[in-house]
């Protein structure tokens, strides 16, 4: 069963930049799709950015030309670079993987697989 952990959330001013991380374990081969999700107080989760086994990368509207997502060094591992933080990036944020899709995409069904959440604030 595949896991996942999160890390690099915190606390920044509206401009800063944050970059959280995410490392899977508990799966032999190479996670091809994965990707970023948020959920923020009383609205629903919705997908950031997730990038797909040929390197292509989808944003939501929102962050695009903010944020910025990457496969990691480590095997089963991707990064997502956020600069020109905004308060209304405020949320939790979680790591998805697919174990069997392989194109970007940020439809929840299309992963198996979620970590716990790291929380991000901006305040203004």
């Known amino acids: 069963q595949v896991q996942l952990v999160e890390s690099g959330g915190g606390s920044v001013q509206s401009g800063g930049s944050l970059t959280l991380s995410c490392a899977a374990s508990?799966?032999?081969?190479?996670?091809?799709?994965m990707a970023w999700f948020r959920q923020a107080p009383g609205k629903q989760r919705e997908g950031v950015a997730s990038?797909?086994?040929?390197?292509?990368?989808v944003y939501e509207d929102s962050v695009k030309g903010r944020f910025t997502i990457s496969k990691g060094h480590a095997k089963n591992s991707v990064n997502l670079q956020m600069n020109e933080l905004k308060p209304e990036d405020t949320a939790m944020y979680y790591c998805?993987?697919?174990?069997?899709?392989?194109?970007?995409?940020?439809?929840?069904?299309?992963?198996?697989?979620w970590g716990q959440g790291t929380q991000v604030t901006v305040s203004s």
């Open positions: 508990g799966y032999p081969s190479s996670l091809v799709l």
């Open positions: 990038i797909g086994g040929d390197g292509n990368a």
């Open positions: 998805a993987a697919s174990t069997w899709a392989l194109w970007a995409n940020m439809s929840p069904s299309n992963y198996n697989s």
